[in-house]
DNA sequence: TAGATTGTTAATCGATTAACAATC
DNA sequence: TAGATTGTTAATCGATTAACAATC
């Protein structure tokens, strides 16, 4: 069975994004706003509002109601000229549509906070998924209890997964652990992964892998943080030098050394490539995945 | 001001995707990847692999390599033809791009589980993010310690954003609070918002706010994942089926009555529709929005 | 030089959006 | 009927990809 790396990041190709994958003709981008439109008609249902106009929907789901219109008519003509949509037929289409009207039981790998975080999650139950079983290969763990659930030890996996049909699994483990947990839920059975471990599952064709990544979530804010603040007025100076000492003091250097800011397109410049590249050699990795380790405790 | 609602959702339009963006012309795509291949490129400086071509970095991070190639194209031209990349080179280029050279002091709003599990994240310190403060609304939780920072009360927001220059805020309240929590945020000077609670966000023009949704991303998985089971035999029948019995009886009462499947697209077919909704009327909104109040403990 | 690999081009694909005819 | 609002069209925009000339 060919194994394919799945996409990762919330970005547009995100997992299932990666096959033919528009199932049904529904294109990706669709699907990833019906659980919006879903959230946003159910708080209308909650306050018995019976019909919605496009436009009002779209407002309260956050996006333009040109979009919305153009999604919803990918699962049919639910709507009524002139009117708008019934709010009660909507949730339940599109429910039906994202799978939502059956039990979908999950398993959760690792349960230190973040497992235990969306162990107590309302947001699964009361769309269909249910915990059929907290894993943690920790013996102190084993035999606690997160939600009322009690954490059951990584051997069960396999007769967990099978005899309860478990399709979908959450990986909350450490990053050294992730690809190994991947590889048993999924020759049990499991062909939907939602991973939290920061790695790059490997997965076999037919099997989706969507990836929950914390910290590429601030990073992506920091970039755009970075150009508020200054607006772009010397970005090589404004911004190394608020780096860290060894950064800055590099930075200088480059400076005086070629005028350049290491950024200049396809100017062929050995000099200052070659000066970067040794100021960086001495805090190299700072930090990095090692550190995540620590990131969510098993 | 003017205020207008985040995008919300793992999706391509992200918060700061909606403004014209793309800051120094680098794709929103784009800087969506920069974190993974940091990621990557990070693992192999820690195993002091000195240069690396496009193939195996894009192999390592997960995309292809043309991607990657045209991604790196948008940040100058850092590699050499016939060789391939300098890690600890790039390492510093894309830190640089991202901003992480320099320190994002953040602080999260909401200590539960999931704001437990934040501070306790490593991947956050290891990139330039500094927790400067935990805050929580509840005086049972503040005094206590989680991640070794004291927990203190959001009657401190407004100074400690000020005085630290805080300007990334991570939210993890129940959503209820989350607007009101989100404004004091904005209002203090924090510019990017790091969004846990399933709400939309409303935040004037110039805030960016990202939104991680756990609950989404399964939903995401079920759509791809109901597909897989049946291979479209008859969705009508397989999936309404399977469905709890309200639903199953009224999806039996819908075929003897039309034939239809309720999705037929165009055919206006008034019976079936009026009588789905007959149907759905009586679950209505099945949990919903509700019970995510129980999400994350504030 | 020969082999390897980048950086860029151009074609393709998918997503967004405004506008409006259809129709309640 | 007049007003409102959907569903769809077509234009535009942005992202992906393969291919290859440039060049180390």
Redesign the pocket.
Known sequence: MGRSPQSSSQ???QGAARRPS?ARGI????VARLPLYLRALTALSERSVPTV???ELAAAAGV????L??D??YLG?????????DVEYLVYQISRELGLTQDWPVVIVGIGNLGHALANYGGFASRGFRVAALLDADPNVVGSTAAGLPVRHMDELESIVESQHVSIGVITTPPGAAQQVCDRLVEAGVTSILNFAPTVLTVPDGVDVRKVDLSIELQILAFHEQRKAGEEPDRTESVLDRAPGPVRAAAAKLRRAAGGNGKS??G?EPTVKDQAEQATKGKSAKGGEGELSAVMPA
Do not use: H, I, L, Q
């Open positions: 970005t547009p190709d528009r294109p990706e981008a669709t106009s496009s436009e333009n109601s040109a979009k219109r153009k919803f008519s003509s639910y709507g009524t000229r002139g009117v708008g949509y397109r396809g062929a």
